[in-house]
């Protein structure tokens, strides 16, 4: 059995009461930021996810240990804010998190479930692999592997060293011919925007601009709509501390938009765009990404976590992949059909992933029904 296993379990479907305790355990737990009090509270904050949150809490001898999450509708246990989270996972304290054994995983999800009345089928998304470069003992319950990858760069000590170790040379020749050419039409200049106003004008606009280009490609489309992009402009713009927000300006307008997330040393990369049209020629999301590694590497970061997604330009300069795994599992005959419609999806979306020309078709698909019903009309799994 693992090191000080829970011993009381309790349930709180309100945030704000256990909000000096859950700003304490993350001090030192196993998480990501998507396990923050900041990150959730910002989640429930919006009256459609608070209404069917559940916080399951797991004490030692009356100290809080472990938080869970959660949601339950229609008798199916998911993650909380998981239309928003790159990872999910409870929150757990170290030294719980490095002791857990596979049985005491079965146990706590035992204890869980019976907290929250039995919900007939869970439906965990995304579990990363690793947390903090250990396994993640949850990520193994219920595994189905999940077909989208995460990716990672290690950042240098020096930046100028680097640079040339992060692009060859014909890449750093073209770059600079892209920014002399973006220069020519007026004064480039990439920043970190500070004001409060500014950094939720421009995440809106970052999330604007990706919404177009995810439905341009067909891919599935979580920032359609302007209240889920308003719920992550308001973490940007409320959280300084944990948000980092860079812009590529052409004569003072933004062309390109990056938002960041950081707690705990732990640096994501959670969104990026650029402004369609005749300056996304010269890669302006590429010339402030790296501005982005830049400023990580000068402030001192080990790691720049690129996270969710195969976009080419991930892999093309990231170092470290992580899979990500989902838990589904029926616990009676009601969930039944909603683990076999998930694990169908599942299987669907890796073949589509694993064939080139089949991915190429689907999109194509995808992209000319939204042209005909809208965005945001489609399912997509892509």
Known sequence: MAVGMPDEWSVERSIAPIAEE?????????GTPFQTYEWVSNIV?????????????GRTAGKLRIIFALVVHEGRLTWLGETWNNYNMPLVANDLFDSLLPADVDDIWQKVREKLGHPSASLLRRNPTLVGGKPNPFAGWARVNEPTGAYSLALGSDWESFYKQLHASSTR?????????LEQDGALAAKRIDDPALIHEHVLLM??????QLDADGRRNVFSSASN????AR???????????????????????SFLIEAERHLILYQMAYLSGPTARFSPGKLLLDHVIEMGVRDGHPE???????????REICDRSMELTNSIKAHSLAGIGAVARERIGTTFKALIKSNDAILHTV?????????????GSGNEAI
């Open 22 to 30: 859950w700003r304490s355990l993350q001090t030192h737990a196993a």
């Open 45 to 57: 904050a919006r009256p459609q996810e608070a209404r069917d949150a559940f916080f399951v809490l």
């Open 173 to 181: 020749k073209t770059l600079k011919k892209k920014r002399k050419r």
């Open 207 to 212: 999330l604007t601009w990706k919404s177009q």
């Open 229 to 232: 992009r308003e719920v992550i």
């Open 235 to 257: 973490f940007a713009a409320t959280h300084l501390k944990q948000s980092r927000v860079y812009a590529l300006h052409l004569n003072g307008q933004p062309i390109a938009i």
């Open 304 to 314: 720049l976590d690129l996270s969710i997604g195969d976009d080419l330009y991930k």
């Open 363 to 375: 999109l194509k698909i995808n992209s000319l029904r939204r042209i005909l019903l809208g965005s």
